[in-house]
């Protein structure tokens, strides 16, 4: 099977494309600058694919506790209100009970091109809350060269498997070999499908920034009249499982000593009350 599908040598279409595209520009880049010399650099440069960037928001915001919890409904309508195409609310947490700090956290997938605007919103709608912005950052991770060698990757079992294809349908070769290629064919295709699976995540990496809200409360939450009744009457178990604890540990170690004192008590009666001979 080997002789009839070699893979050594194979170059993707895209690869070939490329190698024609630089001539071209290369011959081009020749002839003008023979024809003009005072021709600008940049009308024969080869042209540059764009960066592949993913891009994360990190914002955090200190505010009272009672406008917690409004800021981080106000920010999620905002991103609602932008429609599913440009805004996506991914989670959104809150945790907090009276009398200690209060927190949340919203994650958000944000269109790229609009996610530092989007971002700029976040931040006004919390200054209006009378919050303050503790932190701000952006990430960028490029993915270009990730997508650049899936794609050739894919490509090139794309004709691996065009070509295994080919020797089931011709049918020519020992069974063992054709055997061999029914094989190939299942574990190629699973790698195009991998590879699929991998440029579709890091496109929608590219085409969606991940925006991330920390909310954080400036004071504990005001405990109210009834929170320490509560309290005492959540504690009433405990305390009535502690006191019977402590009375069995005190009937364990006096219970076999006062019966000892006992039977002495009896054994002394029982011998003074005996008739001296």
């Known amino acids: 099977m080997a002789s009839d599908t070699p893979v050594v040598g194979i170059e993707a279409p895209g690869d070939a ?3 024609e595209a630089a001539a071209d520009g290369t011959a081009a880049a020749g002839n003008g600058a023979a024809a003009d010399s005072s021709v600008a650099p940049a009308s024969a ?19 009272a506790d009672d406008a917690l919890a409004p800021l981080q409904q106000k920010h999620a ?7 599913p195409l440009n805004c996506r609310i991914i989670s959104l947490t809150q945790s907090g009970n009276e009398g200690s700090y209060a927190s949340g956290r919203l994650e958000l997938a944000v269109a790229s091109d609009k996610a530092r605007m989007f971002g700029d919103t976040l931040t006004g709608a919390a200054i209006n809350a009378g919050g303050e912005q503790t932190s701000a950052t952006i990430e960028g991770e490029d993915l270009s060269k ?4 899936t794609e050739a990757r894919l490509q090139s079992r794309i004709v691996l498997r065009d070509r295994l294809m080919e020797v089931l349908k ?7 070999e054709l055997v061999e290629a029914e094989r190939g064919v299942a574990q190629v295709s699973e790698e ?8 579709q995540e890091m496109r929608g990496r590219v085409s969606y920034s991940r925006v991330s809200i920390e909310y954080e409360s400036t004071s504990p939450a005001a405990s109210s009249f009834f929170e320490p009744i509560r309290m005492a009457t959540g504690s009433l178990g405990s305390i009535l499982g502690s006191v019977i604890a ?9 219970g076999p000593l006062l019966a000892g004192a006992w039977g002495i008590r009896r054994l002394s009666r029982r011998f003074s009350a005996k008739p001296v001979g």
Do not use: H
Request: charged content about 20%; hydrophobic content about 50%; overall charge neutral.
């Open 17 to 19: 494309a490329a190698s």
């Open 45 to 63: 440069a080869i042209p540059l694919s764009i960066p592949k960037i993913a891009y994360v928001f990190n914002y955090s915001f200190r505010l």
């Open 77 to 83: 309508d905002l991103c609602e209100a932008q429609g």
């Open 146 to 149: 990730q997508m650049v060698d």
């Open 170 to 176: 011709t049918r020519r070769g020992e069974v063992s």
């Open 192 to 199: 195009i499908d991998q590879a699929r699976s991998w440029l």
């Open 246 to 254: 402590v009375l069995m540990v005190l009937g364990a170690i006096l």
